[in-house]
């Protein structure tokens, strides 16, 4: 049996930003892994200029990656063990929360052209 599709039943705007985490988190320039325990700090999270915003190589629109300045989002996140945020200055991802599939993909992912 296929493993269940979001088994932890986190919303469309918590998943978005999980899904952007996890890109950051792949970044080697924006982020920091603890090989020992899998964790990965991401460095910085990106802001909005416009109407999009820069998540590593890809552009993606600030609508999509507004969980990012959310703190209800990270809330969930690290309840739901995918995620640590100290008041969204520093915020590390799990191992679950670097390997849950959130089955977005790069659906809303584009490469940025500039």
């Not at 705007?13 to 325990?37: G, H, I, K, N, Y």
């Not at 999270?45 to 989002?73: C, I, K, Q, Y």
């Amino acid at each position: 049996m296929p493993p269940k599709k979001n088994p932890l039943k986190l919303n469309k705007l918590q998943l978005r930003t999980l899904a952007l985490a996890q890109v950051l988190a792949a970044d080697p320039a924006a982020s920091e892994t603890d090989t020992e325990t899998g964790e990965v700090t991401l460095l910085q999270l990106p802001h909005a200029h416009g109407s999009h915003v820069h998540v590593g190589e890809f552009t993606v629109s600030a609508r999509d990656a507004s969980g990012f300045s959310n703190p209800a989002v990270w809330t969930v996140l690290e309840r739901k063990g995918l995620a640590r945020a100290g008041g969204l200055v520093c915020v590390v991802l799990t191992k679950q929360g670097r390997d849950y599939e959130t089955g977005l993909g790069q659906s809303f992912l584009a490469h940025s052209d500039h």
